[in-house]
């Protein structure tokens, strides 16, 4: 077996199932929490963590781009300018290649010399378009995300009994696999 399930064993689902009058009440249900997973996927991060990972970010570039001085200082020689990888894209008819090169760091040099004016320019731009309200840190991403995907596996479950004993069709869209066989992992779910 390959994909999300491959190397696991199942065994019959032998839970509870969760009550709704209709299949369409189970739909309905369905769909709302189709709708709070995929807000949860794309819930913006807290302008608090953007921020503490632009420092980082600025403070690795900057790292990175400081010039060496040491040989001028010692050895009356030029200032040694950091380089980064550049990739040089080559184009012939079709045929298309790469070819790595290095260059001088501009980018790490900038971030030396304007550290801090950057993290400014860059704060008043998450600032302005920062939505803390409707923000998710990583952990309630995951604690939502997870708590979703059990309740939509447990309303999946539901839709396919109330289906089958109503002799109606399936909907077009898929459901969990597991709810459709009516399965769970050793592990549980």
Do not use: C
Request: hydrophobic residues 50%; charged residues 25%; proline residues 3%.
């Amino acid at each position: 077996m390959r994909g999300a399930f491959a190397g696991q064993t199942f065994e019959a689902f032998t839970g509870k199932l969760v009550k709704f009058a209709s299949v369409e009440a189970a739909r309905a249900e369905i769909d709302q929490i189709k709708a709070a997973l995929d807000a949860a996927y794309v819930a913006p991060h807290p302008s608090s963590v953007v921020k503490a990972k632009i420092r980082h970010e600025i403070d690795s570039l900057a790292n990175r781009g400081t010039p060496s001085l040491r040989a001028a200082l010692a050895h009356g020689e030029s200032v040694h300018w950091k380089h980064a990888p550049a990739n040089v894209k080559l184009t012939e008819d079709l045929a298309t290649s790469r070819v790595a090169v290095t260059s001088p760091d501009a980018l790490g040099l900038i971030a030396w010399a304007f550290r801090d004016k950057l993290i400014s320019l860059l704060d008043a731009e998450i600032d302005a378009f920062a939505d803390d309200k409707a923000a998710l840190s990583d952990e309630q991403r995951d604690t939502m995300i997870a708590k979703l995907s059990a309740d939509l596996l447990a309303a999946e479950r539901a839709e396919v009994a109330l289906v089958t004993s109503a002799g109606v069709d399936h909907r077009a869209d898929v459901v969990d696999v597991r709810a459709l066989l009516g399965i769970v992992g050793r592990e549980g779910e």
